[in-house]
Antibody, heavy 120, light 110 residues
Framework: QVQLQESGPGLVKPSQTLSLTCIVS??????????WTWIRQPSGKGLEWIGR???????NYNPSLKSRVTISVDTSKNQFSLKLSSVTAADTAVYYC????????????WGQGTLVTVSS | QSALTQPASVSGSPGQSITISCTGT?????????VSWYQQHPGKVPKLMIY???KRPSGVSNRFSGSKSGNTASLTISGLQAEDEADYYC??????????FGGGTKLTVL
């Protein structure tokens, strides 16, 4: 059974960089059949797609966040990561990592989500 | 990219059918058969209910169905049950090789 687990600081100061990691278990991140994705959800609001990475390192980012986002993959550790720079209170949200099946709109496995609060 | 448009809320009585719409443009919903729907109960992780417009993942009730016409996708829930009360989100692939979500719809079972 595939499992995804987010990890990282729950509190980040304004103007600093938010860093999260998603550890994948029960399957190889290098399989080539999936994109690895970050999605966030501010409290009481809707879902926002942040970006995705393929095992080769190719990435796609939400245009509204592109200037501040970096997603990377570490196949040796079977994990991928999110960095969001210059954060503000508006970046406070639950951050999810998820797996998207290549050639499909199927996001079949999600992490439990981790709350990141931006505050001084 | 702009969020897809969903009604803020819909409601129905047990046993009835409801439909939630998701309107985009020819650059997203209308251009690709890559629309998915998610159910989210309060405090829970979103659950995939429909993908590729009308496909149901294993384990999802056949009371849930999806369709698309032009730039609008729809999720229909038949035989409404109390446990269906949740927030529902649509998502679509876009011409920019990105994905966009709808604003979400709160379903109330009366």
């Amino acid at each position: 059974q595939v499992q995804l687990q987010e990890s990282g600081p729950g509190l980040v100061k304004p103007s600093q960089t938010l860093s999260l990691t998603c550890i994948v278990s029960g399957g190889s991140i290098s399989s080539g059949s999936y994109f690895w994705t970050w999605i966030r959800q501010p409290s009481g609001k809707g879902l926002e797609w942040i970006g995705r990475i393929y095992t080769t390192g190719n990435t796609n980012y939400n245009p509204s966040l592109k200037s501040r986002v970096t997603i990377s993959v570490d196949t040796s550790k079977n994990q991928f990561s999110l960095k969001l720079s210059s954060v503000t209170a508006a970046d406070t949200a639950v951050y999810y990592c998820a797996r998207q099946v290549l050639g499909s709109s199927c996001y079949d496995y999600w992490g439990q989500g981790t709350l990141v609060t931006v505050s001084s | 990219q702009s969020a897809l448009t969903q009604p803020a809320s819909v409601s129905g009585s047990p046993g009835q059918s409801i439909t939630i719409s998701c309107t985009g443009t020819s650059s997203d919903v209308g251009g690709y058969n890559y629309v998915s729907w998610y159910q989210q109960h309060p405090g829970k992780v979103p659950k995939l209910m429909i993908y590729d417009v009308s496909k149901r993942p294993s384990g999802v009730s056949n009371r849930f169905s999806g369709s698309k016409s032009g730039n609008t996708a729809s999720l229909t829930i038949s035989g409404l049950q109390a446990e269906d009360e949740a927030d529902y989100y649509c998502s679509s692939y876009t011409s920019s090789s990105t994905w966009v979500f709808g604003g979400g719809t709160k379903l109330t079972v009366l």
